[in-house]
């Protein structure tokens, strides 16, 4: 299935006067409230989901934190954005001198990976905070209303958000019915471990919208704290789901290391083989609307072959 952003024309006169921005806006993020230009138009970004949300309103930054490899861009967001970005270098350790460089008037960061350059990097440019890491899917599509209001494109943004609601609905709708009753779990694993989403992680409160439950609970029934959890094998077979979606970095990864294994081999997911392989750069490192959209239609090809 190709994925393409359908911007949204602004229809009216009335459209277009609430659109126009003023002199500055304050923004208020994870960090504290920034002023930022009313039409900002060096904008360099420090995740992927921030270039998902100027993809959405056929905005380009000037600087993007790609990892140093450009193909982790996806051809959706190029198709809007261009390839002629500078690469800022990595998204836990972006180039400040880079982004200097750049004379961004508007700098989008994250609160996990950022905060402690956060003084830095507004000394630079005015410079707003998310939590794209730490965040849920519910939180990642606010997020998305934050930046459109941050780079005046609320009207646009307010359009894609609502026709991505929509999507989604129809996607939950598709799911839900196959999922009840399902403990479904995804992780990504590398050469040297495996790392569980629980429910609190983007794609655990996206499973957890499709309805299939979670078993990554505490003896006292409390979910994980932690967002990504780093788990071994003993772990994993106490969790047990049914249905297991796992993005792999590495070939072979650390789980292919467990087959054979008694604990791996009594898994629920492997003896029903469902243990499935997702793209983990696609479920796991983008986290934007658009992503969403294509992990759902990952889950209802997956559901529809498990019938």
């Known amino acids: 299935m190709a994925y393409t952003f359908k911007l949204l024309p602004v229809f009216s006169a009335a459209l277009i006067a609430l659109a126009s921005p003023v002199l500055a806006r304050d ?40 990892d140093g490899k450009r193909d ?72 998305m209303a934050a930046i459109g209001t941050a780079i005046g494109k609320s009207v646009e943004m307010e359009a894609r958000i609502t026709a991505h609601k929509a999507t989604m609905a129809e996607y939950v709708a598709q799911i839900k019915p196959k999922a009840e009753g399902i403990a479904a779990q995804f992780g990504v694993t590398n050469a040297k471990g495996l790392w569980l989403h629980s429910p609190r992680s983007y794609n655990g ?20 704290e932690k967002v990504y959890v780093p788990t071994t094998l003993e772990q994993l077979s106490e969790i047990d789901p049914d249905l ?20 791996y081999e009594n898994l629920t997911s492997v003896k029903a083989d469902q243990v499935l392989p997702v793209t983990a750069h696609n479920w796991s490192r983008l986290r934007g609307m658009l992503a969403a959209e294509m992990t759902a239609a990952d889950v209802v090809r997956i559901m529809d072959a498990l019938e």
């Open 72 to 143: 982790r861009v996806i051809a959706p967001y190029i198709d809007v954005i261009g390839d002629d970005w500078v690469s800022v270098g990595t998204r836990k350790t972006p180039s400040l001198e880079i982004i200097a460089s750049l004379q961004p008037d508007l700098i989008i960061a994250d609160k996990t990976r950022h905060t402690a350059a956060y003084d830095t990097l507004s000394e630079i440019a005015p410079t707003i905070v998310l939590d794209s890491l730490g965040g849920d899917y519910h939180a990642s599509v606010a997020q």
């Open 244 to 263: 297991l979606l796992v993005g792999a970095y590495a070939d072979p990864s650390f789980v292919d290391g467990w087959a054979g294994e008694t604990l």
């Open 27 to 66: 923004i208020t993020h994870e960090l504290g409230t920034t002023d930022v230009p009313d039409d900002p138009k060096r904008i360099v970004v420090l995740e992927f989901s921030y270039i998902d949300a100027l993809a959405s309103v056929g905005v380009a930054p000037v600087g993007l934190a790609d």
């Open 205 to 224: 409160s996206l499973l957890e919208m499709f309805g299939f439950d979670s078993n990554m609970e505490t003896a006292d029934g409390a979910v994980y």
